[in-house]
């Protein structure tokens, strides 16, 4: 456990916005611009505001949980990373799920914090911005398990690598998209709960499917 731990930390002190590498908040910074350019681009309407912005909400979250995907996986891979820990008897989907917490963390408690300066942008009301928190604490972590599963089939990709890893992470993604701006238009529960569903199901595939992917890229 003391050595999950450790590899906890290490991961968080990569990927937490601030640590080490200024890269690490531009998810953030990339969520708040759109949330503030939104509203020039449809205009001053309030009432269109409020109606399109829990959505706009959610396409911003996906945009920014898929922008570190380049550097999840494919620095450690190619400096034998996984190897070491290999040799010391810790499997690949061990590390993988250390992986996928700590890139949960690195951006999604922030996006739910960011999502209160947000709403006030977008004119969403407090009610809505409930629905959408709740959404965000269910949707973040199926969100973080797809960009970890496409980094890890796309680690072994040089060149147009980063850029193929955010195509194929979109269309993933819908499922979780559709119910959870749905739940804003509909009332909530019912999108909320297969909004958490699919994230959890999302979130139990992760660390088999990067486990087998990374082994692959290594023998390959």
Known sequence: ???????????????????????TLLPL???????????????????????????????AALLAAILPLDRLLAPDVESGFFDQW?????????????????HWLSFGPFLMLAALPA???????????????????A?????????LIIASVTVGLRGGGAALAGLLAIPLAVPLL??????????????????AAISLVLVAMAPFAGGAAIRAAREG
């Open 119 to 137: 709403s006030a942008l977008l004119g969403i009301d407090a009610q809505t911005l409930w629905t959408v928190e709740l959404g965000l604490l």
């Open 86 to 102: 290999a040799l010391r008897g810790i499997s690949e989907e061990a590390v993988v799920t250390v992986r996928l917490v700590a």
């Open 139 to 147: 949707g973040t972590p199926g969100l973080a398990a797809i960009g």
């Open 178 to 195: 559709v119910f959870g701006a749905g739940s804003l238009s509909t009332g909530g529960d019912a999108g909320l709960a297969l909004t």
């Open 29 to 59: 910074l990339f969520f708040l611009a759109v949330a503030m350019l939104y509203p020039f681009a449809v205009g001053p309407n309030p009432t269109l505001l409020a109606q399109t912005g829990g959505g706009v909400i959610w396409v």
């Open 1 to 23: 456990m003391s050595v999950l731990g450790s590899l906890l930390w290490r991961d968080l002190s990569r990927l937490l916005p601030g640590a080490r590498s200024g890269n």
